[in-house]
C-alpha cells in the first residue's frame, strides 16, 4: 500500500491562516457592504420605475423615498416611501389662459384647472399653483388661497404593478454580485 505525505511550507500556512483571519474580520463588513449595495439599486430602479409613469422629475421622487442601511450589529437595510401629496407645480403645470394645465401619468392627456394660476406667495419657498377658496368664511375676493396638490410619492408606488417584486429581485441580484465582488477583495487582502 502506498502512502503519499502532503507537505506544508511554512510561509505558505501563514499565508492560509492570515487569509482565514481575513474572512474573520471582513466577512461580515463585507455582508454590510453588499446589503447596503443591493438596497441602494432597489431604491434606484423603483425611482427609474415610477419616473417612468408619473410625471414627476427624479429628484423629486427620490426626496420622498429614505434609506435606512445596514450596520455591523443589524445587517438588514429598508427603504421607506413616505411623503404627502405633491404640489402640482412639480407635476409640469402651465399657466394658459383658460385657467393651469398639468399632467400626472405620463400616459394620460394634459389636465385643466379652470380657474386656478401658478403664483409665489409670500412666505414660499417657490412657486405653486393656486385657487381661491371661495367657500371660506371670511373670503373677502382675494384670500385665501388653497393650494392645489397632484398624488403623493407612496400612491405611485401602489399603482405601479410589480414594482415591488422587480425592485426586490433586482436588489436581491445586485448584492450577491457586490458580496462576490467583496470576496474577492478580501482574498487579496485589501481587508
Known amino acids: 500500500m502506498s502512502q503519499t505525505y502532503a507537505r506544508v511550507d511554512p510561509a505558505s500556512l501563514k499565508d492560509v491562516l492570515n487569509l482565514l483571519q481575513a474572512y474573520r474580520e471582513g466577512g461580515k463588513k463585507a455582508l454590510q457592504r453588499s446589503v447596503n449595495h443591493g438596497a441602494r439599486q432597489g431604491r434606484?430602479?423603483?425611482v427609474d420605475e415610477m419616473a417612468r409613469k408619473v410625471a414627476l422629475k427624479k429628484k423629486v421622487i427620490r426626496a420622498h423615498t429614505s434609506m435606512y442601511f445596514a450596520s455591523l450589529s443589524n445587517l438588514s437595510a429598508?427603504?421607506?416611501?413616505?411623503?404627502?401629496?405633491?404640489?402640482?407645480?412639480?407635476y409640469g403645470a402651465r399657466q394658459t389662459k383658460k385657467g393651469v394645465t398639468f399632467k400626472i401619468w405620463k400616459?394620460?392627456?394634459r389636465e385643466r384647472y379652470r380657474h386656478a394660476f401658478i403664483a409665489q406667495v409670500t412666505g414660499a419657498q417657490?412657486?405653486?399653483v393656486y385657487e381661491r377658496d371661495i367657500g371660506a368664511s371670511d373670503y373677502n375676493g382675494r384670500t385665501p388661497l388653497r393650494a392645489k396638490r397632484g398624488p403623493a410619492?407612496?400612491?405611485v408606488y401602489?399603482?405601479?404593478?410589480?414594482?415591488?417584486?422587480?425592485?426586490?429581485e433586482l436588489a436581491a441580484n445586485e448584492m450577491l454580485k457586490e458580496l462576490d465582488r467583496q470576496i474577492g477583495l478580501i482574498e487579496r487582502g485589501f481587508f
Open 126 to 128: 417657490a412657486k405653486g
Open 158 to 168: 401602489d399603482k405601479t404593478p410589480g414594482l415591488a417584486k422587480k425592485a426586490e
Open 78 to 90: 429598508k427603504l421607506v416611501i413616505k411623503g404627502k401629496p405633491v404640489p402640482l407645480i412639480e
Open 107 to 109: 400616459d394620460s392627456k
Open 153 to 155: 410619492v407612496p400612491n
Open 44 to 46: 434606484k430602479i423603483s
